[in-house]
Every structure is written in C-alpha cells, then in structure tokens.
C-alpha cells in the first residue's frame, strides 16, 4: 500500500485542483489537496500515494544522492585495480 | 570483482525520472554498499538488530534479498507497520457488519478486502450480496456517491500517517461541497506509539543482545508527510538512533551503513538518509488537515499487540454526522475477540519470531488462504517470506 514509483507533472487542472503525471509512462491524475497552493509546477518531479500528491522530490538533494554513489563505485574500482596489482605482484605461480 | 561505475550523473544538469528509479536500484551500487558495510561492521563490539518498522521496507528487503548481503552481525527484525496486519478482528467485524446494511456501499484500500474477521472477511460478505468495493483512491469514493445518491457510502479508512492526510483530504471535500451521503469509519493508527510499546514489551525480556531492538529504520512515507521530528525521542530518551530510509534498496542499504556508523562512532541519533523526501517538519499542509479532523482516540487495539494508547486517531465529536462508529454505535460492537490460537502474528509483530517459526506457515496458511493477517498483504512479513523465502540465507 505504501510502495510508489516517482512521477512528473506534465499538467496542471487549477479548476479541478488536480495534476496530471507521468508515472513511466502512464499518465494519470493527482489531487493536490495535500500541497500548498501554486507549489507544484510543471517538470516538478513528485511522489504520489493513493490518488494524491504527497511531496515533491528534491532534485538537488537526489542528484546529490547519485552523485555519492558514483563516487562510491569509483572509489571501490580503484580499490579493486589496485588490489589486483598487489595480488599480480604477490603472485607465487609466476613462471609457472 | 571489477566493478563498473554505471550512472553517469558526475556531469549531470538535469535529472530524469528514470535515473529517481533505476540511480536506487542499481546492483552495483547495491553491492558497493554492502562492501562499505562489511567493512564497517568489522568493528562493531557487539551484533546490532535493526528493526524496519514498515512493512514497505520488508517487502524491499525481502525482494532485494539484502539479508543475504550484509555481515552475520547485522540482523533485520520486522516490525508491524502494515496496515492491513495490525488491524484486529473487531474492526473488520465493524466493517462487515456494515457492509451488511440496507443501501449501503462499504469502501476500503487494498488487501483489505482479505483479511478475515470473526464473522469473515469483506469479501465473504460481498460473496453473501453486499456492497462492497476495493477503491485505488479515497477520490474514487466522490464518483461513486455521485452515482448512487440513494445509498449511504461508508469509507473504512486505514493506513499510518501516510494515508491519513488523504482521508482527511477527502472529508474536507465531503463538508465543503455538502455531499451528504459520504461517512467514515476511521482506523488510523500512527508508528511512534507502536514503537514504544515495541521497545517497552521488548526490553522486558531482554537476556542478551539476541532480541534487542538496536537501532530504527525510520519508514519512508509517514515520514514524508510527518516530517523525522516525530522520532527525536527514541535517540534522545530511549537510546535508539533513528535513520529515516527510502524504500528503494540502495536507501536501505545507504541507511544501514549509516547506523553502523553511528554504533561505531559512539552516535546515538536521528538522521535522514531519504532526504530527496524527507525533512524535518514534514508536510504542513497534510498535518494541518488531520489536525483539523481528528483527535487521538485514548486507546486502539492492534491486532497480536494490544491495546496501545494514543496510536489510533478518530474524527474529532463536532464532524459526529459522518462519523459512522457514531451513527451505528447500537449495532457496533465492541468485545474483545481473541485471535486464531497457532498464529503467531503478534510475536513476528513484535519481532520476536520469524515467519517460518510458525508450525502452519506454507501449509494451513498461504496467500490464497490466510489465517492470519500477516499472511493477507503483500506488505505482510509471512506473505513477503512466502514469496520471496527462497532468497534468504
Ligand atoms: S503464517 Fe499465517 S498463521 Fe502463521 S503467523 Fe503468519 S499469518 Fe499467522
């Protein structure tokens, strides 16, 4: 019940008070009865449950979030090169 | 291992939502995480037990098979926040009987339907001729009560504070707009008081670290709209760190790496790994309607726990002509009802038993036939052990 996929404006329906979003793909409508007026506008990337917007996504805070894990990567493949050359230098079959 | 960094976001302006789903599912990220971890837990002086006290968060973990990832000092427990399973037998009678009533359309969310009652689950009763619908949307019920103005639509609203908001959003519409055949049966419940009680039942029988509760992951989505404030007791005044988690497996993995960090450290705090979402006051807006509407009721029953005070909400007395625990108070009842004797829901509520300690899991109990709660949704720990058991180590 609680699981969602993130999703983004693409419209908004002042007169009906609801948004229009693309989840993958699948368009479908948000009320935004939970937001502050004006808040949510076109291109925001948002966060839906059962029918109604329920938070916007901080693009900042999740490009930051990726950004960290690709250091992360980065860090531990240099970590993992390095230890093939020391496990290439410690190598006891040489010549063998 | 060679690892490949795959997400090019180093240079990246501008995200796409594919990068909000796939960026926290990578396998690669998942797996640098769990070597980070691994690394960490080295140093731990004890094993820590972390409990996940949303059932969103055991679905994740399970499908994910991250208990296969981490180190044998790092253990999950799983908590009771599914809405579905912690909802007892009385409540659903309430449901069912009605359901049961002449003109009366009676509306619920998901695998509510399922969950059996002392007299049945919703669905047998609608099996028998009554009413009874599974809604995806609390605004789903507006259509409905347009096109049938001639019955009464009860909406049996359930759920943590992630869904309470949407109720309350719902009835702000129904008073507004004078819509007058719209009433609400409130069963809302909220995860502080829960994990106190958790905590308190827990540290009594506490013989060594085997069945303590370490450390928190804080749910995702309540969160978003209560904002991490709601936890600053639990690091403060019970000494558990609290670290709010997405629900996407890197964020569990991200917010476990955090907690051992913390132990490691010698921290004991609230911190949010799911910040894209999470801040600390949380949504205003949605806080604002529930306040407006509800009051905590002193007292609510969750099924396997308990009577646990302040975790329930109902509609505040001046909206009692739609409160239909009001309205139908003489057909109501309100007798205690014991659970099915095996069941060991309560104990795997309370974390203190595993699914597959139950002697009729996969066998008397199954999705298709559940006995008990925990069994019904897919945010259950049985049904996520059932489904996903053979990941586990
Ligand atoms: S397997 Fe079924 S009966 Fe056993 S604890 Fe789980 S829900 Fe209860």
Redesign the pocket.
């Known amino acids: 019940m609680c699981l969602s996929i993130p999703s983004k404006v693409v419209k908004i329906d002042k007169e009906r008070n609801v948004a229009i979003v693309d989840t993958m793909g699948v368009q479908r409508e948000a009320g935004l009865e939970l937001m502050e007026e004006d808040d949510v506008k076109i291109g925001d990337f948002v966060l839906l449950h059962i029918g109604f917007i329920m938070n916007k996504i901080d693009e900042k805070d999740a490009l930051e979030s990726l950004k960290v894990y690709n250091e992360i990567l980065e860090k531990l493949d240099e970590e993992d090169r390095q230890q093939m050359v020391i496990d290439d230098d410690n190598c006891e079959n040489r010549g063998a | 291992m060679m690892i490949t960094a795959k997400i090019e976001v180093l240079n990246m302006k501008e995200l796409q939502l594919k990068d909000l789903y796939d960026g926290f599912r990578d396998p690669e990220v998942i797996k640098g995480f769990a070597k980070l971890i691994e690394e960490e837990a080295k140093k731990l002086s004890h094993p820590i037990n972390i409990m996940e006290v949303c059932g969103g968060h055991t679905h994740s973990i399970m499908k994910f098979g991250l208990p296969q990832l981490l180190p044998e000092n790092i253990n999950f427990i799983h908590g009771p926040g599914c809405p579905v399973c912690i909802m007892p037998k009385e409540r659903i009678d309430h449901a069912y009987i009605l359901a049961d009533q002449e003109d009366t359309i009676l509306v619920t969310l998901g695998d509510m339907i399922k969950v059996p009652g002392s007299r049945g689950s919703l669905q047998d009763i609608r099996a028998k001729g009554a009413d009874v619908r599974f809604i995806y949307s609390p605004l789903d019920i507006l259509k409905i009560a347009e096109e049938y103005p001639d019955k009464k639509i009860i909406f049996f609203a359930i759920g943590f504070e992630t869904t309470t908001p949407m109720t309350t959003a719902l009835i702000d519409i129904v008073l507004k707009r004078q819509i007058k055949n719209i009433f609400f049966h409130i069963n809302h419940v909220t995860v502080p008081e829960v994990m106190v009680e958790l905590i308190d039942s827990r540290d009594e029988h506490i013989d060594s670290y085997n069945n303590r509760i370490d450390a928190f992951l804080g749910p995702s989505h309540v969160s978003v709209i209560t904002g991490s404030k709601i936890y600053e007791k639990f690091p403060k005044e019970h000494n558990r760190p609290v670290v709010v988690s997405g629900f996407e497996p890197v964020d569990v993995m991200e917010a476990i790496l955090m907690i051992v960090k913390q132990f490691n450290e010698g921290r004991c705090e609230l911190e949010i790994e799911y910040k894209r979402l999470v801040t600390y006051g949380g949504n205003l807006k949605a806080q604002a309607l529930i306040e407006n509407y509800f009051e905590k009721a002193s007292l609510f029953k969750w099924r396997g726990l308990g009577n646990i005070p302040d975790s329930g909400y109902k509609l505040r007395p001046q909206f009692a002509d739609i409160d239909a625990e009001k309205i139908y108070a003489d057909i109501l009842p309100n007798e205690e009802i014991e659970d099915?004797k095996?069941?060991?829901?309560g104990d795997?509520l309370r974390g203190m038993a595993k699914?597959d300690e139950?002697t009729?899991?996969g066998t008397a109990?199954k999705p298709q036939s559940?006995?008990?709660?925990?069994?019904v949704s897919s945010e259950g720990a049985?049904a996520a052990y059932y489904k996903y058991g053979n990941l586990l180590k």
Not at chain 2, 342 to 345: A, D, N, Q, R, S
Not at chain 2, 370 to 375: A, F, I, Q, R
């Open positions: 099915h095996l069941c060991i829901c795997i699914p139950c009729i899991f109990c559940p006995l008990g709660s925990c069994m049985c």
